[in-house]
Each structure stands twice: as structure tokens, then as C-alpha cells.
């Protein structure tokens, strides 16, 4: 006989060592010093990162190359300024051993294709590492943060790969709940956290922007419910500004450290990368640029 979701106990949850302190335990506690994975504050280990956009804006293709370079280092993007006379490479990347995503979007043969285009403009020594520290999930629809089977499931497919980073692609794919609720979304975002914990890992999340986005800026940007952002460390918004030339305005938000200017993007078309592209000018900027471009269009049409 088959037991309901609500019956089912996840068998091979890690049990979570926590205790209540006194306050003199308290005192006495000490803390490793925070580790950056990718510098600058964008991404430190056991914390949530949102990569966000609207819909078709290249979000596979920057978490393609993000995951390249956390397994073989480098500087993000090789996003650069000048600073007291010299380059600054400005988000460093510490290595990573083992990166997994799961992803309900794009399907194992347009990811195979773009990775073998990705992975053959690799070194042969940075090809052997994506080989052996690169695992994927694809279209797997039993994979959810909003049943216990699914819980389960993305628990054991974890417990076995035991990744430094989790990729979450995209966010909405991986749960039927109303989006818009807080209490429903806290709760799948609870559930990401202890991952987090139990398994001393690090979750990257793809998700889109809301269709209203004006006066709104940084994580609020997020679509759905507050509690989706409120439990999220940093962020990288991206948006497409020149569709034929694949030039994107990207903008990091991060809790802690100096804010940092927005800044351009391109994807190359041959190697699939995203690639620094130089800094830029605000989104509100070019939105309002866009919009002015639009009324001179339609002016003209109607002289």
C-alpha cells in the first residue's frame, strides 16, 4: 500500500547537530573567518546567490559560465577595473571541487550541446577538471521543494554528489506553489536552507524579475513573494540592453561590502561565454533611453 505524501519520512535525512547555548557557551564560541568563493562579497559558502532576469535574457548562459569558472577559477566574467594604477580583477574566484545542476528548462541535448561548445575552448587541464567536478540533472519533474517525495529526492540525489555548489534552474520549475504567498514560498526557501545546512553546501538560484519592475530595484526586483528575497544573501539582476550585439547590463547586490557599479556583459557566440564587456551607466537609464527611442520611432511613423 502506497502512503501519502503527508506519511512519508525522508530516510536518509542527515541529522542536524544543533543545541541551545547558555549565554556564557555563547561567549565562548568562535567562527572560522568567513570564506569567499567568488570575491567582493557576491558568493560565500553556506549562502544563497539569486541570478536574475526577465524571461529569455541569457540567464543560462551567465550560470553556464559561472559554473565553469567555480571549477576552475579565475576572475568572474574577468569583470576588471583600474585601480591605484593597476588591473583589479574584481570578482576573484576560489575554486570549487564539485558543482551539481538541476535544471527543468532546457533539456539534456541543447545543454549537452552548449556545454561541449563551452567546454571545448577550455585548456586541457581546465577540461579535466569540468569533466570531473561538473554533474547535471535534467527535466527530472519529481524534483520539488513542495512535497515530501520531492524534498526527499533532491535530498539523495545531494547526499550522493555531495557538491560545493547547488544550481537551481529555474527556481519556479522546481515547486507548484502560489508564488505570490509568503507562508508558501518561506517554506520552500526553509527547505534550501537546510540543504544548506545538512549537507554543507552552497545554492545558486535562477529566477525571473517581475513584470512591474519600476521603482523597484535590487532583490525587490524578484518576482513573488518578499519571503523569496528576505532569504537571499546576494544577487546578480541581469538584462538584455542590445539583443542582436548580446550585450547585457548586469548588477551585483550584495548585504555586506562596497556596492560596485553596474557593468556590461557579452555573450560570445563562440565560445558561449559571458564575457566583461566594460562598466555602464544605470538600468534606469537605458530604460529611459529605450522608452525615448520608442516615442521618436512611433512619432515618426505617424508624421
Same mark, same amino acid.
Given at each position: ?184 514560498? $518561506?517554506?520552500?526557501? !526553509?527547505?534550501?536552507?537546510?540543504? @544548506?545546512?545538512?549537507?554543507?553546501? %552552497?545554492?545558486?538560484? &535562477? #529566477? ?9 530595484? $535590487?532583490?525587490?526586483? !524578484?518576482?513573488?513573494?518578499?519571503? @523569496?528575497?528576505?532569504?537571499?544573501? %546576494?544577487?546578480?539582476? &541581469? #538584462? ?64
Amino acid at each position: 500500500m502506497q502512503l501519502p505524501e503527508s506519511a512519508v519520512v525522508p530516510a536518509a535525512i542527515t541529522e542536524r547537530r544543533v543545541k541551545t547555548y547558555s549565554f556564557e557557551e555563547l561567549l565562548q564560541l568562535t567562527f572560522p573567518p568567513e570564506t569567499h568563493i567568488i570575491g567582493s562579497g557576491l558568493l560565500s559558502k553556506n549562502s544563497v546567490m539569486a541570478l536574475f532576469a526577465p524571461p529569455k535574457n541569457y540567464k543560462s548562459f551567465a550560470l553556464n559560465t559561472i559554473i565553469m569558472q567555480l571549477l576552475t577559477g579565475g576572475n568572474l566574467f574577468n569583470v576588471q577595473r583600474n585601480h591605484a594604477r593597476q588591473i583589479e580583477h574584481v570578482y576573484p574566484v576560489i575554486p570549487v571541487k564539485r558543482v551539481l545542476l538541476l535544471e527543468q528548462e532546457i533539456g539534456l541535448q541543447d545543454t549537452q550541446e552548449r556545454w561541449i561548445q563551452l567546454h571545448k575552448t577550455l585548456p586541457n587541464h581546465e577540461q579535466e577538471i569540468v569533466k570531473k567536478g561538473f554533474f547535471l540533472r535534467s527535466c527530472d519533474y519529481d524534483l520539488r521543494f513542495d512535497s515530501m517525495i520531492g524534498i526527499h529526492k533532491i535530498r539523495s540525489i545531494v547526499s550522493e554528489i555531495r557538491p560545493d555548489i547547488l544550481c537551481i534552474d529555474p527556481l519556479t520549475k522546481f515547486h507548484t506553489s502560489e508564488e505570490n504567498s509568503p507562508s508558501e514560498m $518561506g517554506k520552500i526557501m !526553509l527547505e534550501l536552507r537546510k540543504m @544548506i545546512h545538512d549537507f554543507d553546501t %552552497t545554492v545558486i538560484l &535562477i #529566477h525571473h524579475t517581475g513584470k512591474n519592475e519600476d521603482g523597484k530595484e $535590487g532583490l525587490d526586483l !524578484l518576482r513573488g513573494a518578499s519571503s @523569496i528575497a528576505a532569504d537571499i544573501d %546576494t544577487g546578480l539582476a &541581469i #538584462h538584455v540592453i542590445n539583443k542582436p550585439a548580446s550585450i547585457l547590463w548586469a548588477d551585483v547586490v550584495t548585504r555586506r561590502g562596497k556596492p560596485l557599479p553596474s557593468f556590461k556583459l557579452k555573450l560570445d557566440h563562440q565560445t558561449l561565454r559571458t564575457e566583461f564587456h566594460g562598466w555602464t551607466k544605470s538600468k534606469e537609464t537605458y530604460q529611459q533611453e529605450a522608452a525615448i527611442s520608442q516615442v521618436q520611432e512611433i512619432t515618426k511613423k505617424e508624421q
